[in-house]
Structure formats: C-alpha cells, structure tokens
C-alpha cells in the first residue's frame, strides 16, 4: 500500500514541479497527538508514533523519529519505500540539511504550509536557500488528494471546565494576557495551540485521544476575543460560558478575520513555535510580534487551586496503581494476562475513581523484549503473556477533573538477574538524585537533565530520551514550555507551580526495560528562603512504591537509602488507610525500608 501511495505522490510532485515533498506528523495546530482526520503522515508511511516526519522525493523516501521510535519505526516502515532516520544519532542528518544534499540548484521542496510552524519555515528556508533551492508552500495537501476513506472530522461535545477546578475565571485569564499584551505593544494575540485555547476559555473536549481539547483558532484583541470552532459541537452550557467572554464563530472563519486583521495594520503576536507558516502568510500586511506564547507560560505555572487538584487526583491515581500492581503480582502464573488485559485492567481500576475521565495516553505495557521499545503499545500481533519470568514495564496515566497523571513502574515478574537489578538501581539512583535536588532560581531544564543520567553514566550505559517533561492541568500529558531535557528545553527556567515527570530508565534492545517515573511540582525551599539566593526543589506528586526487589542496597547512597524509605513511609501512610485490607498488607510489605 505505501509504494502506490508514494508512486501516487510522486506523479503529482511532477505536475507541481516539485522535487521533494514533506509530510509532518502534526495537524494545523501543531498538535503532539492529532485526530485519525489529520494523520497524514501514518496514512502514507504506515508508522504510528506521535512524533515523526516524512520525506518524499523522485527517488527516495525517509521517515524521521527520535529514540523513543527507533525500535517501533523499524518494525513499521519494514517493506516499505521508506527509510528509517534516527534523530538524534550522529549520522543522521535534520531533515533541511538531508533536503539541502539530496536536492540540486534551482529544485524546490514542497510542504503544506498550514502544518509547519514559522520557526521551522525558516530554518528550512535558510538552509536551503544556501543552496539555491526553494521552499514552496503547497495547498491543497496532496496527501488529502489521494486519502479516499479519509476519516471524519472529529465531533465530541465542548465542555465547560468549572472554576473549581481551574482556580481562575476567563475574565481573569484575559486581563492577565491583555495585560501583556499591552506590554509588548500588541493589539491581538492568535491562537492555535488546542491546549492554550482550552485553557483560556475553561473549556475541554475530546477532538484529540487522550487529550481533552478542542479543535478550535483563537483571537484575543485588547478589548475582545474570538474563539473559532465547529458549532455543532457545542452544548447550551458551553455556548452560554463562551458568549459571556468570546464572541464564538465557525471554525472557516479564521481565514477571513486573519485577513480582515492583515488589512487594518494591527499589530499581532504570534508564537513562531507554534503559529503555523499559513498563519503568517494570511497576515501579510499586519505589523507581526514573534515571540514565545504568554498563554503557554501562564498555563505551565499551576495555580494553588490546581495544584491541590493534582495533589488530590494522584492519591485516587496511586490507590489504583496500587491495586493493579497486587493484581499482577498474585495474578501472574496462575491467571491468563497478557500485555493488552494488563493495560484493560489497569484503566478499569481507574475508572472507579471520582473524577476520573479517561487514560491521559495510550498505556505502556510492555514485557521482556517489549519493554526495550521506549513507547510500546501492545497490538494483536505483539501481545505477549505475562509469565513468571522477566522484567515488566507499565507507563500509564490519567485524565482527572481535577489535574493528570503519568506514571512508570518496572516489575520482576521471577527472579531478576544481577545485571538488570544493577541497571534499575542505578536509574532508581538517577530519579532519587534530581528528586531530592535543591537548585537556584533561574535553573533551566537542561542543566539537571545531567543529574538523573550519572550514575548509568558511571556505570557505561545511557538512555535516549529527555528525563522529564512538563505536565498539564486536566490537559496534554506533555506541555511546555518546561522540560527536563538537554535537546527538548528550550532554556526555559523552572519556576514553583510547575509540574514535570522525572522519568529516567534504561533499555537492553531484545531483553528488557526499565523507567521509573513520578511527577512532581516546582516548589521554593523552605531550608533556603532566608538565604541570598532563592532555591527551588521538587515536591513528589506520584504515590506509588517502587519495587524494591529490583533494587541493590549496596548501589544507593545513605543519602539516597533514607529519601526512599521516606517516599516509601509518606506512600503507605496516604494510601493504605484508602485500600482493601488485602491490598493494604501487600502496600505494607511493599513499602518496608531496605
């Protein structure tokens, strides 16, 4: 199916005069996750990870990928024209500079300008620029030409997100953003990240799997706001809030108002990291402020209201953890579970708590070799049963009312070897390290990405992935602009109310894998607040224990012994007066100090 597919694309590249066609993996809104509507690049490539882009030219086919898809990529894209690209990797070109080489003076690249950001328009522009070749903006997008069962577009029901939950109004988010605004002297800020636009307006939907947003384009004038979408979505509720604060168009009405904006020399910010290049080319003629969304840093640092929902919404999270990890542990070898029941059962537990609304990401459950895939989904095809024997790995979360989770535990299912209790021990080690850290105020991200990387880098082996990432309210599981990443942090500092996964791990390729993972808020510390310089820590959210069969005392420090029978006190305490009194004994043994 992929070679016709390509064939097809290649035969209007021809009639385009174009030499090199790029699919990105995103929609117009530069969505992490994207709706079945907008999934382009699986369609054409057959891969289905949530981060990659492909490339198409008269004679060859790429597909690019980070580390958490090398494996899964490989797999995909077998049989296929396309070729794997590991970013990353030190021989793997960005895909600008393999367009640069792979194409002649005086070629061009085509890309549909509504699904690349303005940020990578110009760094794609320059580079090839260099080399005479052009980048051309093409529409319609010659994949929709040729996708004949292309799914609906998405129609899920928008949704009023109470105050109770947000811990501010629209009102009061919009006076804040004017108010910056005025500050850079701006008469309108554009929209398009779903996330934002749900925040703003205290709205959630379920246009994205996973992501409770809602397809939507936003502008926000000094006195007004538009908010564009599809109106048969929306309830009387949701049209009652929306009219008190936005006036509430369709969603192909943004072009129009881009362009009434354009033509009136307003003044406009834009995020070039977010706002698509067609974004940019509508408002040709208005006077454009580049620079990073105030939304997407308003939205990162949590307010008091809903860091206490994400306190709340991780005991009812970690109460569920525990059940299904008693589930498993007297469950395998005597009942038939295998990856795909495992990560069912797991949602059932979490279906029975308050609030509760959905898995915040498609569930890890990954066994033996499995677990080596950073960002495995089970499938019919790769199901394997849980016997007692091997390491299993589950990275899972949920969407809450009031806030979300994400989550990674490594269990022995038999006896470990020595080799993989030395490797978990050591990314036990890296976790305790950045977790009990103190850092001063004005720390970015990628500078304790090193923290939770040293001791694996003691003993000689590394992980591909960043250590953390930021976490949203009732939200994306992945949000920025924090991060704990020396390739994914873009120097953003860390500051309180911010919320991150520390999430370090290890994957033995064909063998196993291991990851530890708690979420934790950006706190001041209390020890330091009189000294000269403010410092910062973590305040840990997850609530789960980690299992200590795995672990080689030896390998901790005392420093890094008594934070985990501290963590392991604190979880039992919380937890176990919510449990059955089965689960509770097995919390009690669980959480014993080593």
């Known amino acids: 199916m992929q070679k016709k597919l390509v064939e097809l694309i290649r035969s209007r590249m021809k009639q ?33 990870g949530s981060a990659g882009d492909g490339v198409i030219t008269q004679d060859k086919a790429g597909m690019w990928t980070d580390s958490r898809y090398f494996l899964q990529a490989e797999k995909q894209l077998k049989n296929t024209p396309f070729r794997l690209m590991k970013l990353g990797e030190p021989d793997c070109p960005a895909i600008e ?93 554009v929209l398009s990240m779903l996330d934002e636009i749900a925040w703003l307006f205290n709205i959630r939907g379920g246009d994205v799997e996973y992501i409770p947003v809602v397809i939507a384009y936003a502008l926000a004038g000094m006195d007004s706001a538009s908010i564009f979408l ?23 009405d943004f072009e129009k108002e881009l362009n009434r904006i354009a033509g009136s020399n307003a003044s406009v910010w834009i995020d070039p990291a977010t706002a698509s290049r067609w974004i940019v080319d509508v408002l040709d003629g208005a006077r454009i402020t580049k620079r990073r969304s105030r939304i997407m840093e308003m939205k990162a640092e949590k307010n008091e209201v809903e860091i206490a929902g994400i306190r709340s919404c991780h005991v009812r999270d970690g109460v569920s953890m525990v059940k299904f990890l008693y589930w498993i542990e007297t469950g395998v070898g005597k009942k038939d579970i295998s990856e795909i029941s495992a990560a069912e059962k797991l949602l059932s537990f979490r279906a029975e708590n308050d609030l509760f609304m959905g898995a915040s990401f498609e569930t890890i459950t990954g066994f033996r070799q499995n677990g080596a895939i950073v960002h ?28 979300t989770t994400d989550i990674t535990r490594t269990m022995p299912l038999g006896n470990p070897t020595d080799e993989q209790k030395m490797r978990f ?12 850290l103190r850092f001063p105020r004005g720390t970015a991200g990628r500078q304790l990405d090193t923290v939770a990387r040293i001791p694996l880098w003691e003993a000689g082996v590394n992980f591909g992935h960043g250590v953390g990432h930021g976490v949203g ?8 602009p924090q991060a704990i990443s020396h390739a994914r942090c873009p120097g953003q500092p860390l500051v309180p109310g911010m919320v991150v996964s520390i999430e370090p791990g290890y994957y033995k390729a064909g063998e196993y894998g291991i990851r530890t993972e708690n979420l934790a808020v950006v706190v001041e510390d209390e020890e330091t607040k009189d000294a000269d310089q403010q410092f910062y ?37 919380t937890l176990a007066p919510l449990l059955p009194e089965s689960e509770a004994q097995w919390l009690k043994v669980a959480c014993r100090p080593i």
Not at 134 to 141: E, Q, S
Not at 425 to 436: D, K, P, Q, Y
Not at 543 to 570: G, M, Q
């Open 97 to 189: 500079q393999w367009l640069k080489t792979n194409l002649k003076p005086g070629q061009a690249a085509g890309v549909d300008p509504m699904l690349m950001s303005e940020d990578a328009w110009g760094r794609f522009s320059d580079a090839l620029s260099e080399r005479k070749i052009k980048l051309k903006a093409v529409r319609p997008n010659l994949v929709d030409e040729i996708w004949k069962d292309r799914p609906a577009p998405p129609d899920a029901a928008v949704n009023v997100h109470d105050n109770a939950y947000t811990g501010q109004s629209v009102d009061e988010k919009l006076q804040e953003l004017r108010k910056s605004m005025k500050e850079n002297n701006v008469d309108y800020t």
């Open 537 to 573: 820590r973590f305040e840990i959210l997850t609530l789960c224990p980690i299992d200590t069969r795995l672990v080689e005392k030896s390998a901790l420090s005392p420093a890094d012994t008594e934070w985990f029978n501290a963590y392991h006190k604190r979880v039992y305490e």
């Open 16 to 48: 385009l005069e174009i030499d090199a066609y790029t699919i990105p993996g995103t929609d117009p809104h530069m969505s992490e996750y994207v709706p079945f509507y907008f999934r382009r690049r699986e369609f054409v490539t057959g891969f289905t």
């Open 376 to 403: 495995y989904a089970p499938t019919k095809e790769t199901d394997l049963k849980l016997e007692p024997e091997g390491i299993f790995l589950v990275d899972s979360g949920g969407q809450y009312l009031d806030g």
């Open 230 to 252: 599809d109106m048969q979505k929306l309830t009387d509720r949701a049209s009652e809030h929306l009219k008190k604060y936005t006036a509430v168009k369709p969603y192909g």
């Open 473 to 480: 309210h009732y939200l994306s599981v992945h949000e920025g």
């Open 425 to 436: 021990t050591e990314v036990l080690a890296g976790n305790i390290r950045l977790s009990r």
